[in-house]
């Protein structure tokens, strides 16, 4: 099926020059002069190397046709990745890079989306939205109260984000899962 570039989302699958790519990271880029354009960063479903690519918005890719399953995260070791499938609880385990950075999102017992393309695992697609905690920020700068002013914080796991100056450590926050950025103060 053709999709337009800018419609690509992490966790997709696409044909791209007659081989099979997961993407996992999007970037659009809007320069100051000319068309924007989106960089991918995927995986080739076969042999698991990485490659970036190039499109113009307005470009069409071919997105796959995958079986999508609903699974349960299990655990993790350190290279790799176990899942339940929830209709017949057989265990699928998926390289780390299947997920690359998104794998630090991954909690016990999140329900996740696997596709699948001629019966094996090849992407997981995760909620759109993790709730985590800081373990880590920096104090607040004395003055800084613009609106817009961020400063960096730590997740639990490990992962590096930009926060709102009134966040603190051991504060619950929403994490978007697609781009890593801050969404808002969970609701306890």
Not at 95 to 121: N, W
């Amino acid at each position: 099926m053709k999709i337009q570039a800018n419609t690509i989302r992490s966790g997709n699958v696409i044909e791209h020059q007659g081989r099979q790519y997961a993407v996992l990271k999007i970037n659009l880029l809007q320069p100051g002069k000319g068309s924007a354009f989106i960089q991918v960063e995927m995986r080739d479903v076969q042999s698991g190397l990485k490659t970036n690519e190039r499109w113009r918005t307005n470009d069409s890719v071919e997105k796959l046709t995958v079986e999508e399953r609903a699974s349960t995260f299990l655990f993790a070791d350190d290279e790799t990745l176990t899942f339940m499938d929830a209709e017949n609880y057989e265990q699928m385990t998926l390289s780390r890079d299947t997920l690359g950075e998104s794998a630090g999102f991954l909690q016990d017992g999140m329900a996740v989306t696997v596709d699948f393309i001629e019966g094996k695992p090849v992407a997981v697609q995760l909620p759109p939205m993790v709730t985590m905690t800081i373990t880590e920020a920096d104090p607040v700068v004395k003055g800084q109260t613009a609106s817009s002013s961020y400063k960096p914080a730590v997740l639990e796991n490990g992962m590096r984000i930009m926060v709102p100056p009134h966040i603190a450590a051991g504060t619950r926050v929403v994490v978007n899962t697609e781009d890593g950025s801050y969404s808002e103060r969970a609701k306890d």
